[in-house]
């Protein structure tokens, strides 16, 4: 059953077309490996947009993007448990997307900056297009 399921699915996977030749393009490999990032800098990248891999954290964003609100505003707004927020956030903090204010005994989340922002939009217009 399984092997139907793989089967199914590689039918809807357009195939590759590879080169014919084993000629390298030595001007356009230096033009792309100039251009590459560093090792490290990828792997933060690709470490950030795993970030953004989660619909909770996505739902967390959104509504900071409309209030800077506090655990128990974030857990009532999403229907969720303030522990389960919690640990959304600290995700989100390590990665640099939100930042936290502390008012007496209560702390408040809002966006890191615009780049926030900007990387969701730029993903909600790449799904509509």
């Not at 609100?69 to 600290?90: E, F, G, R």
């Not at 900007?118 to 509509?128: N, P, V």
Request: with cysteine.
């Amino acid at each position: 059953m399984e092997i139907e399921k793989i089967r199914s699915h590689s039918e809807h996977i357009p195939s590759v077309e590879c080169c014919e030749s084993t000629e390298v393009h030595t001007e356009l490999l230096a033009r792309v490996t100039a251009g590459m990032p560093e090792e490290e800098e990828l792997y933060d990248l690709a470490e950030l947009f795993k970030v953004f891999g989660d619909s909770t954290r996505i739902r967390i964003l959104y509504v900071l993007f409309e209030e800077e609100v506090c655990v128990c505003d974030l857990a009532a707004a999403l229907n969720m448990t303030q522990s389960a927020i919690s640990h959304q956030l600290k995700i989100l903090k390590q990665a640099k997307l939100v930042k936290a204010r502390r008012e007496g005994k209560q702390v408040f989340y809002t966006l890191a900056d615009e780049h926030v922002r900007t990387i969701i939009s730029m993903g909600q217009e790449h799904i509509e297009e």
